[in-house]
């Protein structure tokens, strides 16, 4: 599979979903990071799974802002909690988000985390 190479703007990325579904941020943020994932299709009943690879540094930082086609969506993360993210230089986390488009034309997000690779 392809995999997309993002770079972060002030810990913001776009994720193209036309251009693959798995990306990989090999600079290490700075702060907790924005996901905005554009050109979702957007057909009820559906479900759509990406994956973030994401190089930490010396602290980690997670996504806590998910966005689809840049409306804010609610994480919900494995578990109830956000993931602790691995604060170890060159370590590579790995966030996926399952997108369902429900039949009401809602979105709901599930999130779960791959942590110290």
């Not at 997309?4 to 776009?14: D, I, P, R």
């Not at 193209?16 to 943020?29: E, M, V």
């Not at 806590?64 to 691995?86: H, K, M, N, Y």
């Amino acid at each position: 599979e392809t995999v997309v190479e993002v770079t972060l703007s002030t810990n913001a990325g776009t994720l193209d979903w036309t251009a693959g579904n798995i990306y990989y941020i090999a600079t290490a943020p700075t702060g907790n990071m924005t996901f905005n994932v554009t050109n979702v299709p957007a057909d009820v009943s559906k479900i759509m799974t990406i994956n973030v690879l994401v190089t930490q540094g010396s602290t980690g930082y997670i996504p806590t802002l998910f966005q689809i086609g840049g409306a804010s969506q609610t994480i919900r993360w494995a578990g109830g909690s956000a993931p602790t993210p691995t604060s170890s230089a060159g370590k590579i986390d790995i966030f996926s988000f399952t997108m369902q488009r429900t039949t009401a034309g809602a979105w709901i997000v599930y999130g779960s985390a791959s942590l110290n690779f």
